[in-house]
């Protein structure tokens, strides 16, 4: 959710804590963890999120491992693997980000927050990474797993009906060697926007014809987009 749907911009961390139903023994871990490096440019002296980033990278990869393994006993390691990779990539943790109004507790910079950096997946992901980490530190493996179960729990299923296990790309290679066509092909086609938010267009060709279009902050995140498109509109019968 974003300040749009009811959390007002800049939610204190206890404010934000008390709404999420999140408890901390240091706070200060809670406020490190909704600190983003923007901020640190206008305040000195205070310290980013980025360390608590990269634990918490590492502490969902476990839990969200543990989580699916005794979630789904009959399901063999390969497609556990993409489940997990499915559950932990930029675009899900900004969407877990998001439901908990996550961007609207974060302490930006001016410029950052003006430019929409509350709603960019990327900096949503680092943030939730970040909240894993200080909830890691502050409760252990317990109480991460009582706050992210529940968000798994909801998206795990949709994941997997929707067959969303694999990385798009990849799958379009698959598909496309498997009908003995010729390899995708990636083409950035446009660049847009100031610097620190450029939006980039790629398309997507097989045999010389572009089956897909996407956009993204990044040129892999439009590479992507354009994968999935492909993925809809190629027939493979």
Request: proline content about 4%.
């Amino acid at each position: 959710m974003s300040s749009t749907q009811g959390y007002p911009a800049g939610e204190s961390p206890r404010a934000f804590a008390q709404r999420v139903g999140l408890e901390f023994g240091d706070w200060g871990l809670l406020t490190r963890a909704l600190t983003h490096r923007s901020f640190i440019n206008e305040h000195p002296g205070v310290e980013d999120n980025e360390r608590l980033e990269f634990l918490g990278d590492a502490v969902l990869d476990f839990v969200v491992g543990a989580w699916l393994y005794n979630q789904y006993p009959e399901m063999a390691e390969g497609e556990l693997t993409r489940m997990r990779s499915a559950l932990v990539r930029t675009e899900q943790l900004a969407g877990f980000a998001r439901q908990i109004g996550l961007g609207d507790a974060l302490r930006l910079g001016r410029g950052e927050a003006e430019s929409g950096g509350r709603e960019r997946s990327t900096l949503l992901c680092a943030a939730f990474e970040a909240l894993i980490g200080a909830l890691y530190l502050d409760g252990g493996l317990p109480a991460v797993t009582r706050f992210i179960t529940p968000l798994l729990a909801e998206a795990a299923p949709q994941i997997y009906q929707n067959g969303d296990l694999q990385d798009p790309k990849s799958r379009l290679q698959e598909l496309t060697q498997a009908h003995g066509q010729g390899a995708p092909v990636y083409r950035t086609v446009a660049a847009f926007g100031p610097d620190h938010d450029k939006t980039f267009e790629v398309v997507v060709l097989v045999d010389g014809e572009v089956v897909g279009r996407g956009q993204g902050h990044s040129k892999q995140a439009a590479a992507k987009q354009a994968a999935r498109e492909a993925l809809r509109q190629i027939s493979f019968d």
